[in-house]
């Protein structure tokens, strides 16, 4: 499994960005795909998940709102639309996978490289 993730960039408060993971390597069927970031100094969290066959989803308290997670099966690829963006949103964003239709947070068995975001006020 590959993911590769883009569409980091500046943006400046209140502003929106959307990051691109496109993931090849098998099928995705019964799959679960994440985003998480890292912010200096902080651990890795939760953003978002979203099962690849029925495209439920889940996300992180601090982004309901705000952020929307989809995936285009055809084009397996997974899309994270970020909108009215916080300086505190700033971090190394990484998308995931795992063999668990399950969308929430946890454990990923498969992991991209991470996009910076960076928030300016």
């Known amino acids: 499994v590959q993911l590769q993730a883009s569409g980091g960039g500046f943006v400046q408060a209140g502003g929106s960005l959307r990051l691109s993971c496109a993931a090849s390597?098998?099928?995705?069927?019964?799959?679960?795909m994440g985003w998480f970031r890292q912010a200096p100094g902080k651990e890795r969290e939760f953003v978002a998940g979203?099962?690849?066959?029925?495209?439920?989803?889940s996300y992180a308290d601090s982004v309901k709102g705000r952020f929307t997670i989809s995936r285009d099966k055809a084009k397996s690829m997974v899309y994270l639309q970020m909108n009215s963006l916080k300086t505190e949103d700033t971090a190394v964003y990484s998308c995931?996978?795992?063999?668990?239709?399950?969308?929430?947070?946890?454990?990923?068995?498969?992991w991209g490289q991470g996009t910076l975001v960076t928030v300016s006020s």
């Open positions: 390597g098998r099928t995705f069927t019964n799959y679960g």
């Open positions: 979203i099962t690849w066959n029925w495209g439920t989803t």
């Open positions: 995931a996978a795992r063999y668990n239709d399950v969308p929430s947070a946890g454990k990923y068995d498969y």
